[in-house]
């Protein structure tokens, strides 16, 4: 299925079953996070951070509190997402084919 894609083409994934091993795991959520819609929540999180940033001085230094980052991608069952599809995403996608549904969008 993956050698069927053309690149810049749209892909639907969805997760079928959640993976036990931490490192498949890893690699879908970062799949995940190509999601336009996960992206801009990131980055609308990541500069919300940097806008409420708690500072204090300590010792005539300047510190800083950092929050931590929210997790938008959830891998779950049915979890579903839209990525345009990279050739450098091949690999990937063939290591965790077993926990996907992958189809053109």
């Known amino acids: 299925m993956i050698d069927t894609l053309n690149p810049g083409q749209n892909v639907t994934c969805t997760v079928t079953r959640v993976p036990r091993?931490?490192?498949p795991f890893q690699t879908i959520q970062r799949l995940m996070r190509r999601d336009?819609?996960?992206?801009?929540?990131?980055?609308?999180?990541?500069?919300r951070r940097?806008?409420?940033?708690?500072?204090?001085?300590?010792?005539?230094?300047?510190?800083?509190?950092?929050?931590?980052?929210?997790?938008?991608a959830r891998v779950?069952?049915?979890?579903?997402?839209?990525?345009?599809?990279?050739?450098?995403?091949?690999?990937?996608?063939?290591?965790?084919?077993s926990y996907l549904e992958i189809k053109p969008a």
Request: glycine fraction near 10%.
């Open 76 to 97: 779950k069952d049915g979890a579903s997402w839209t990525m345009p599809f990279t050739p450098d995403l091949a690999n990937d996608l063939r290591s965790v084919e």
């Open 36 to 47: 336009e819609g996960i992206r801009a929540g990131l980055r609308k999180a990541q500069s």
């Open 50 to 72: 940097r806008r409420t940033m708690h500072s204090y001085i300590r010792g005539g230094k300047e510190w800083f509190n950092r929050q931590r980052v929210g997790k938008l």
């Open 21 to 23: 091993a931490k490192a």
